[in-house]
């Protein structure tokens, strides 16, 4: 079965400092898709980012970047220069093909919670 | 404006009253599936559509039901709700292909005592 494991249940930093969050998976497809998606205290989820797994180049979108490495199955995300903004709880999942058709059912993680202070 | 609308946002009832959480997209998809959010356990899939008049278990279906008559809808209904289904529910739709994301309703979040 697949699964998606992120032991940080809870970080906090102080402002502008990097953090990285931690993601683990394991699953026995040999192409799949992984996420990450943001839950801000609002409580709503955002989509951040989809990573397949024929694509290990490391993506940067501004403060954000990501590092996806098959060899240790896992699809860490860092947040540089933090801000008081980036406080939320972020789920990575992998994708899972349901059925003949393949539709998507997402494996989420934990959640790690993000505080950070100003 | 393309989205998925959940309602009741908030609901809190007692054991035992039926009720019926209302989900609908508005970008044509195909696959639409319920998930419940529980500290500690992440999001876990309850059921999902393939289409319509296609349903399926997910991982934690009991006491749970869904129907999906339309392509647009996929209500959520607890025929006898009790305090272990407490939780936070979304639900959410794609396009078939699991490489597509999925897009998230803002949530519902029950209480039932």
């Known amino acids: 079965a697949q699964k998606v494991t992120q032991a940080q249940t809870e970080i906090s930093v102080v402002e502008k400092e990097d953090v990285t969050l931690d993601c683990v998976y394991e699953t026995r497809d040999t192409t799949y898709y992984l996420f990450w998606y943001k839950q801000p205290p609002s409580g709503e989820l955002v989509f951040l980012i989809r990573r397949n797994s024929f694509d290990e180049q490391n993506e940067i979108s501004g403060r954000y970047s990501w590092n996806f490495q098959k060899s240790t199955s896992s699809f860490n995300f860092t947040i540089t220069a933090s801000q008081v903004v980036d406080s939320a709880v972020y789920f990575c999942a992998l994708s899972e093909a349901k059925g003949s058709q393949g539709a998507q059912k997402l494996v989420f993680g934990q959640g790690t919670r993000l505080t950070i202070n100003p | 404006e393309a989205q998925v609308t959940q309602n009741p946002r908030y609901l809190i009832t007692v054991t035992g009253k039926k009720l019926t959480v209302t989900c609908s997209q508005n970008?044509?998809?195909?696959?639409m599936s319920w998930y419940r959010q529980d500290p500690g356990l992440g999001l876990r899939q309850i059921y999902y559509s393939m289409n319509v008049e296609v349903t399926d278990k997910g991982d934690v279906p009991e006491g749970y039901k869904v129907s999906r008559k339309e392509k647009r809808n996929f209500p959520l209904i607890l025929e006898s709700p009790s305090p272990n289904q407490t939780s936070l529910y979304f639900c959410a739709s794609s396009k078939l292909l699991k490489d597509n994301e999925q897009f998230f309703g803002p949530g519902t979040r029950l209480t039932v005592l």
């Open positions: 970008m044509n998809h195909e696959y």
